[in-house]
């Protein structure tokens, strides 16, 4: 609604952007610190961004019916980015829509900050609280914590792609 559908990129001209952006700016992965619009020159660099479900959900809180509706969208861009050996799941939702689209069983894979699971395919799924007001506001995720986030998953697309 202000953010992605309005934009047309997603995280762009919401809340969560802000801290987003400017993260995989300070680390090397993005061109600007600020994203505004689809138009505004922002480059994402060694990175790509997705979202698990392709509406604007009511509340902005997608439902399970939704997730598992848009599945073939991201299990059609995981297949057509062979080159992506790491996948930062920004909540837990991302996270179960990954799992969903690798038909991988949720049980063995618990969602929890920081985690680290194995796909398979020389991929590997990171685990974040996702960047939304009311995680920072709340302070579940700190910049600090986020920031350690976007590094870890930086650095470990370097080793992954390095072996």
């Known amino acids: 609604m202000h953010g992605a559908n309005r934009t047309g990129r997603p995280f762009t001209g919401d809340h969560a ?3 987003l952006y400017r993260t995989l700016y ?10 505004t619009a689809a138009d505004d020159g922002l480059q994402l660099l060694d990175a790509r961004i997705t979202n698990s479900v392709k509406c604007l959900p009511p509340a902005n ?11 073939g969208y991201l299990q059609a861009e995981l297949a057509q980015s062979p080159d992506a050996r790491v996948i930062l799941a920004l909540g837990a939702i991302a ?3 990954v799992l969903r689209a ?17 796909l398979g395919e020389g991929r590997v799924l990171l685990d974040s609280y996702h960047c939304s007001r009311y995680n920072t506001q709340t302070r579940r995720l700190t910049t600090e914590m986020f920031e350690a986030i976007i590094e870890k998953a930086r650095d470990l697309a370097r080793t992954v792609d390095a072996s």
Do not use: D, I, T
């Open 17 to 19: 952007g802000l801290l």
């Open 26 to 35: 300070k680390f090397g992965l993005a061109s600007a610190p600020q994203s």
């Open 61 to 71: 809180k997608p439902l399970p019916a939704e997730v598992k509706q848009c599945n």
């Open 95 to 97: 996270h179960g829509a």
């Open 102 to 118: 690798y038909g991988l069983p949720p049980a063995k894979f618990r969602f929890a900050h920081g985690a680290k699971h194995e």
